[in-house]
């Protein structure tokens, strides 16, 4: 395995080197936070950090050009000014997605985006914390004796 210090470097690689480099794309994101002053609440006991991984070719030839095309179909999505998916505000069908209040609009919305992420090759890791389940550890608590 090589690891390059520059995309020029691939130019200097053998041919068979080059065909063992992938490159992949990841997206990573949290629900919840990182407060443990709360954990007893239910509302704010988990955090949860998601990434979802995809192979750089299929960024650039499927995954980009669907969802720029189906952020244009719908929302006016201009490229220069990029429309970002938050979950909170599509289901509250705030800000840019309330368009989404028309049931035609929205239906469309849903069954594009569903056939978006059917066709584009993806992986998706998540890992879960439960921070109530966390701080009674006698492991956490010996060293982080302040935050319990």
Known sequence: MCFLKSRTQLTDLREEEQLLIVQYRLYVDEVGNDDLGHVADDELRYLSLTGVAMHQDQVNSVATP???????????HDPDDPLIFHRSEIVK?????????????????????????????????????????????????QNHPTIT
């Open 66 to 76: 669907r969802l720029n095309v189906l952020k244009a179909s719908i929302f006016r």
């Open 93 to 141: 069908k705030s800000g840019p997605f309330g368009v989404l209040a028309d049931p035609v609009l929205c239906k469309r919305f849903d069954d594009e985006l569903i056939a978006c992420l059917t066709d584009i090759d993806y992986t998706v890791i998540t890992a879960v914390i439960d921070k109530k389940a966390m701080v009674t550890r006698g492991y956490w608590r």
